[in-house]
C-alpha cells in the first residue's frame, strides 16, 4: 500500500539555483518514512515502548530532475517488506504531469537501545512481505574512498543530533554536499547518490569528510571520526556537468 504526501517546494526547501536541495531532498523521504511507519504500526512510539528504534542502513536515490521553487509534486512510499533483518522501503517524487522525476530505495535495521543488538524484522507481527525494488536491486556496499589529502575535523554541532542522541543522518549528506566548492556546484548537478550509514556519530565528535575521485564525475566520500578514524558513513556520488 503506498503513502503519498503532497508537497509544495518551499524556498526554505531549495539551494541557491532554486531547486530542491539534497538535503531536503532526504528529509522529506525521511519524514514519510516515519509517518507511514507509523501508520502501520511500526513507528517511533511503538517501538519505544520495547526500546528500539529505526535507523538507516543502505540508500539509492536516482535523480531525474529536481522539483524547483514553488512547484507541487508528490512524494510517494511503500513498505516492500523484510527478508530477515532489512526493513525495505522505496520512493517515488512525482510531478503534476505524472512524471517520475527522483526515486529512491532504502534499506533499515530495527535496534534494541539497550542491547544494541539488531532485532529480526520476522519478530513483528503482519509485517509486509517482500517485494522487488523499483530499481530491480537493494542499495549496494559503499567502498571507502583512498586519499592522502590531509582532513579538516571539526565538532559536531547542536542541530546535528536527533531523538535518538546520535549524528542525524541527513546531516551527514548537508556535510558532504558543503565539502563541495562553489565553481564545483556551479558546474555540476549531483544526479545520483548512494549511500551507507556504518556508525553511530556522538555530540563529542569530530568529524571530516574523506573523498576520492575515482573520475571527473564518479566520487566516494566519508564522514570521519577523529578519535578512532572510523568511517561513520561511506557515500558513492555520480555527478554531470549542468548545461549552464
Known amino acids: 500500500m503506498k503513502h503519498i504526501n503532497h508537497l509544495n517546494t518551499k524556498s526554505y526547501f531549495i539551494n541557491r539555483f532554486g531547486k530542491l536541495s539534497t ?22 512510539d511503538s517501538l519505544k515502548k520495547d526500546q528500539q528504534f529505526w535507523v538507516l542502513s543502505r540508500l539509492l536515490v536516482k535523480i531525474s530532475r529536481r522539483p524547483v521553487w514553488s512547484e507541487n509534486f508528490a512524494l510517494e512510499t511503500w513498505s516492500r517488506g523484510t527478508d530477515g533483518f532489512y526493513g525495505y522501503r ?8 505524472g512524471n517520475i522525476i527522483v526515486q529512491a530505495t532504502s534499506s533499515w535495521l ?12 520476522t519478530e513483528f507481527n503482519n509485517f509486509p512481505t517482500y517485494e522487488e525494488s523499483v530499481f530491480g536491486e537493494n542499495s549496494g556496499k559503499v567502498n571507502s574512498p583512498q586519499s592522502d589529502a590531509k ?30 566548492d562553489f565553481g564545483f556546484h556551479e558546474r555540476h548537478d549531483l544526479v545520483e547518490f548512494e ?3 556504518l556508525k553511530e556519530g556522538l555530540p563529542t565528535d569530530r568529524l571530516a569528510v574523506k573523498k576520492q575521485f575515482v573520475n ?12 578512532d578514524g572510523v568511517d ?5 556520488l555520480i555527478w554531470k556537468e549542468n548545461e549552464k
Open 23 to 44: 538535503s531536503y531532498l532526504f528529509y522529506q523521504m525521511q519524514d514519510i518514512a516515519w509517518e507511514h511507519a507509523g501508520i502501520l504500526g511500526f513507528g517511533y
Open 90 to 97: 522505496d520512493f517515488n517524487f512525482v510531478d503534476e504531469a
Open 110 to 121: 530495527v535496534i534494541n537501545a539497550e542491547t544494541k543488538r539488531i532485532v529480526r524484522l
Open 151 to 180: 582532513l579538516l575535523f571539526t565538532p559536531v554541532l547542536f542541530n546535528e543530533i536527533d531523538i535518538n542522541q546520535h549524528f542525524n543522518t541527513g546531516r551527514y549528506i548537508e556535510r558532504i554536499i558543503d565539502s563541495y
Open 195 to 197: 549511500i551507507n550509514f
Open 216 to 227: 571527473e564525475t564518479n566520487h566516494l566520500c566519508s564522514v570521519v571520526r577523529e578519535s
Open 232 to 236: 561513520l558513513i561511506r557515500a558513492r
